[in-house]
Each structure stands twice: as C-alpha cells, then as structure tokens.
C-alpha cells in the first residue's frame, strides 16, 4: 500500500481533520517540492499526528481494563457469566481508523500460558471435499457454531451470555445468532437434526462451563477455512477469572475431515463498560442459492461486512 492510502487509512477514524486530509491529498503528494530525503524522514514517523483530545467517540480515553474485582455468583454457586463481552481488552467496540495501543487489541494476558494453537490439519478427505474457500450463501457468513464466536478476532462484535437456572443463552450481534444451551444435565439427542448452530448442551467443571456440541450444518465456515462433516464434534469452555473478563477455549474434533483436533487458543473477552451499551440490527442480503451467486458474480467482494459499525479489519487470527 503506497505511504498515501496508508495514511488516508489512519485518517479515516477522526472528526475535525481537514488538515489531516489535505495534508494527504492526491494533489499535494503530486506537486510538494519536498526533497525524497525529507520524505524518507516524515515515512519513519507515526502515520498521522493529531490531537486526540478531538477524536469522537472518546477512543483517546481507551486503555486496558483492570479485572474488576471478583466475579459475582449465582445461587447454586456458580460464577455469573451473564453479561455482554467484545474481544479485546478495553470493554467496548473498537474501529481501525483510530490510533489505539496494540495491547487494547490482544485476545489474550501475554503473561498467562496459553495451550498451544496451530493452523488446522485436514486430513486428505477433508483437503478434496471441506476446503471451501467461500461462503455457501452468497457474501453473508452463515452464523453458526463456532465461526459466530471465532470470527470476531477481526469484526470486534460483542458475544452476549444470559445466565438461568438450567440454561445458557449466547448470542451474538453479527452474525446474528441464538444459541440455546441446556445445563440441567441432560444428554444429547440420539438423532439430532443438523443446523446452524448444532445441538448444545452444558456441564459445569468448577468454575468453567463447558459447552458440547454436535450436528452442526456444514454449511458453517470454521477457522482456517473449512467446512465440518456431520461427525464435528465441538467443545468450548466460558471461564469468568474476574468481573471484567472471560476466557474462551475452543477444540474442534472432526475424524472426517482434521487429522487431529483443531485448538482455538484461549481468547480474553472483556465486559463492556457502558451500561447504554447498544445493540445493532445485522441484515445480509447478499444471500442467494450457490448456483444464482455464481452466476451473479456476487462472491469475493465483502459485501457482508458490518458497514459503518465494522471492526478493525486486517488483524487475521491472533
């Protein structure tokens, strides 16, 4: 990316910088008599300079959340995982056109172990038949489990947990998903029918929920860009250390199509600070049978990003 757009990019976040823009300005970069030297020198430099003070959104005020104290518990003496969660450390979305310390950004406490995470391993089967580098359904992501969740590490949506007696609730904003996850013990179906979101039930592990899922459509996209068989078998882990955050473990088994299980790390999300904290509508439309959307051409482009709201993009996996 030329030093121009670069520094468009970088001033597409703030209000109240004309300067910033004509500073950058295709006219300016053709005609300044600046010296290469001096150009060199300004490139070294951070990508833009203003006052942060002007920037809307408060996103100068950003830094990493403190834990927050101990987390509350429920009757049955469980830790309270109800609350609404983004995947960062600063409690509130986060957008690529502002200037935020990298650390605001982790997924994880660099100074906790991690278990060891890797690229997924397909299995010759699962290279020829469930590598699909598309989305099935036009440009939308299809919500589902786990991508709702693991696709966040570059949108930055929030995750939302509702705590009741005998079962979980888990919802996210984009994709727009509903999971529904019985914890009063009882088993999985004998025969469920596939879907989006697989069947799930809960246990509790101490302090950890463990979700267990299986039956999940294979239409749903997972980390790496694979799609699962109907013998996925999904395991994820909700640990509240703190008031301010949660941890999420992930482990994909699928003897079709990964030659070992896929481990998805331990992601940090933080509690969102606002108590006005808003949720937003998500409507794709760019949503056609696999036939139509090729012959429409419609694939490749992002049309199903988040628009306006969008994270910060170009981060990849952490």
């Given at each position: 990316?030329?030093?121009?757009?670069?520094?468009?990019?970088?001033?597409?976040?703030?209000v109240?910088?004309?300067?910033?823009?004509?500073?950058n300005?295709?006219?300016?970069?053709a005609?300044?008599?600046?010296p290469a030297?001096?150009?060199?020198?300004?490139?070294?430099?951070?990508?833009?300079?203003?006052?942060?003070?002007?920037?809307?959104?408060?996103?100068?005020?950003?830094?990493?959340?403190p834990?927050?104290?101990?987390?509350?518990?429920?009757?049955?003496?469980?830790?309270?995982?109800?609350?609404?969660?983004?995947?960062n450390?600063?409690?509130?979305?986060?957008?690529?056109?502002?200037?935020?310390?990298?650390?605001?950004?982790?997924?994880?406490?660099?100074?906790?172990?991690?278990p060891?995470?890797?690229?997924?391993?397909?299995?010759?089967?699962?290279?020829?038949?469930?590598?699909?580098?598309?989305?099935?359904?036009?440009?939308?992501?299809?919500?589902?489990?786990?991508?709702?969740?693991?696709?966040?590490?570059?949108?930055?949506?929030?995750?939302?947990l509702?705590q009741?007696?005998?079962?979980?609730?888990?919802?996210?904003e984009?994709?727009?998903?509903?999971?529904?996850?019985?914890?009063?013990?009882r088993?999985?179906?004998?025969?469920?029918?596939?879907?989006?979101?697989?069947?799930?039930?809960?246990?509790?592990?101490?302090?950890?929920?463990?979700?267990?899922?299986?039956?999940?459509?294979?239409?749903?996209?997972?980390?790496?860009?694979?799609?699962?068989?109907?013998?996925?078998?999904?395991v994820e882990?909700?640990?509240?250390?703190?008031?301010?955050?949660?941890?999420?473990?992930?482990?994909?088994?699928?003897?079709?199509?990964l030659?070992?299980?896929?481990?998805?790390?331990?992601?940090?999300?933080?509690?969102?600070?606002?108590?006005?904290?808003?949720?937003?509508?998500?409507?794709?439309?760019?949503?056609?049978?696999?036939a139509?959307?090729?012959?429409?051409?419609?694939?490749?482009?992002?049309?199903?990003?988040?628009g306006?709201?969008?994270?910060?993009?170009?981060?990849?996996?952490?």
């Amino acid at each position: 990316m030329s030093k121009i757009s670069r520094r468009l990019f970088y001033c597409a976040g703030a209000v109240l910088l004309a300067g910033c823009v004509a500073e950058n300005s295709p006219e300016k970069a053709a005609t300044s008599p600046e010296p290469a030297a001096a150009s060199a020198e300004q490139s070294a430099k951070s990508p833009v300079q203003y006052d942060a003070s002007r920037v809307a959104g408060g996103f100068d005020k950003l830094r990493v959340l403190p834990p927050g104290g101990p987390t509350t518990r429920t009757a049955d003496g469980h830790p309270d995982l109800t609350g609404r969660y983004y995947p960062n450390q600063a409690g509130r979305m986060l957008q690529g056109g502002y200037q935020i310390d990298d650390s605001i950004y982790l997924e994880f406490d660099p100074a906790v172990p991690r278990p060891p995470e890797g690229s997924a391993v397909l299995t010759p089967e699962g290279e020829a038949k469930y590598r699909l580098p598309q989305e099935l359904y036009g440009e939308c992501p299809v919500g589902g489990t786990p991508q709702s969740i693991t696709m966040q590490t570059s949108q930055h949506g929030p995750m939302q947990l509702i705590q009741l007696p005998g079962s979980v609730w888990i919802l996210t904003e984009w994709p727009a998903t509903t999971r529904y996850v019985p914890t009063d013990g009882r088993p999985h179906s004998k025969d469920p029918d596939p879907s989006f979101t697989g069947e799930s039930v809960g246990r509790w592990e101490g302090d950890t929920l463990v979700v267990d899922t299986i039956a999940i459509d294979r239409r749903v996209t997972n980390p790496g860009g694979w799609h699962p068989s109907e013998k996925v078998h999904v395991v994820e882990r909700f640990t509240r250390p703190s008031k301010n955050y949660i941890v999420y473990d992930l482990m994909i088994e699928d003897p079709v199509v990964l030659a070992k299980p896929y481990v998805h790390g331990s992601r940090r999300w933080s509690l969102a600070q606002d108590p006005n904290d808003d949720w937003d509508e998500y409507i794709c439309t760019h949503n056609e049978e696999p036939a139509y959307s090729a012959k429409a051409q419609i694939y490749g482009g992002g049309g199903g990003g988040r628009g306006g709201r969008g994270g910060r993009g170009g981060r990849g996996e952490q």
